[in-house]
């Protein structure tokens, strides 16, 4: 007979803008979750306690940890990055323990260089892509599409570079600050814009600083429909971030992230005859538990 699942952890994604709580057993088995929109940003007086006993009400009172911005500075307790190469061992080793609490913080990474980078929450989905996907673990290019994309590099399970493209939040502020976000939104779809706008990106030898203004300009000489000219910026970010992360011959070999947004960074890739790409999904919940399990914080030891 199959004994029932026995909670053995409480892992929390928890970002900026939204938090992602789940209940694991000894496997790594999600037995519940829930999702909140209460990222850093939107927690009252830093009582970040009370969102904490909120989020997880009804449930065990078993062992926690959390990755993302929650360890950043303007998060429950900051917790300093662990410097690249970078794997499991090393984040399960610079864990931080939030006082009077159960909740163990996982630590971002920093690599070093001419142009030095880091992450928080990035390097879990990491760990937790490498789990369910161990034949990247010897060497791949990992792309996290997001408000700052990144491009990470992964030689034998650790992180050893990471490149940064701020594509979304670049998309957000000329959507809500510049004349370009002044045309009317539409309920259409307009995916032909989308890839109007990667294939005008990856033409461009300059980059799309000379094109940012025909957002603008082909809708007023109407050879784009209003509605569709976010569709084309989208197109023109995510292409040129694309166009730059493939110099130098690099090949991703798989997409983390939201569903939707790995979704346009596939069709984009395509676009640029890169087909052989894998999407990953669940990897957040499944890097914390890798990440706890090698701490030693989960009930059973595989």
Not at 93 to 108: F, K, Q
Not at 182 to 192: I, K, T, V
């Amino acid at each position: 007979m199959r004994m029932p699942a026995t909670p053995s952890l409480i892992a929390l994604d928890w970002g900026t803008s939204s938090l992602r709580a789940y209940l694991l057993d000894d496997t790594g088995t999600v037995l519940d979750s829930r999702a909140e929109p209460r990222g850093i940003m939107q927690v009252r007086d830093g009582n970040f306690s009370a969102v904490f006993s909120e989020v997880t009400a009804n449930w065990p009172p078993v062992t926690s940890i959390a990755a993302g911005m929650i360890g950043s500075a303007n998060g429950w307790v900051e917790t300093p990055y662990c410097e690249a190469p970078a794997g499991a061992e090393e984040l399960a080793a610079s864990l931080i323990r939030v006082p009077d609490s159960g909740l163990h913080i996982v630590p971002g990474v920093a690599t070093d260089g001419e142009n030095p980078n880091v992450m928080r929450g990035e390097e879990t989905q990491i760990i937790g892509a490498l789990q369910l996907h161990p034949e990247l673990a010897s060497r791949s290019l990992l792309v996290l599409p997001g408000t700052h994309s990144k491009w990470v590099q992964v030689v034998n399970g650790r992180i050893v570079d990471t490149t940064t493209f701020i594509t979304g939040e670049l998309f957000a502020v000329l959507r809500e600050h510049s004349i370009l976000g002044r045309n009317p939104a539409s309920d259409s779809s307009y995916d032909d814009a989308f890839s109007r706008g990667v294939l005008a990106a990856q033409a461009s030898s300059q980059g799309i600083a000379p094109l940012l203004f025909s957002v603008r300009s082909l809708v007023l000489t109407q050879r784009l429909a209003a509605g569709a000219s976010l569709e084309y910026l989208s197109g023109l970010l995510i292409g040129d971030e694309v166009r730059c992360g493939l110099m130098d011959g690099a090949r991703p070999d798989a997409l983390i992230g939201d569903a939707e947004l790995c979704e346009r960074y596939l069709t984009t890739l395509q676009l640029f005859d890169e087909t052989d790409v894998t999407v990953i999904d669940g990897a957040a919940q499944a890097g914390l538990f890798c990440i706890a399990e090698r701490a030693g914080l989960t009930r059973a030891v595989h």
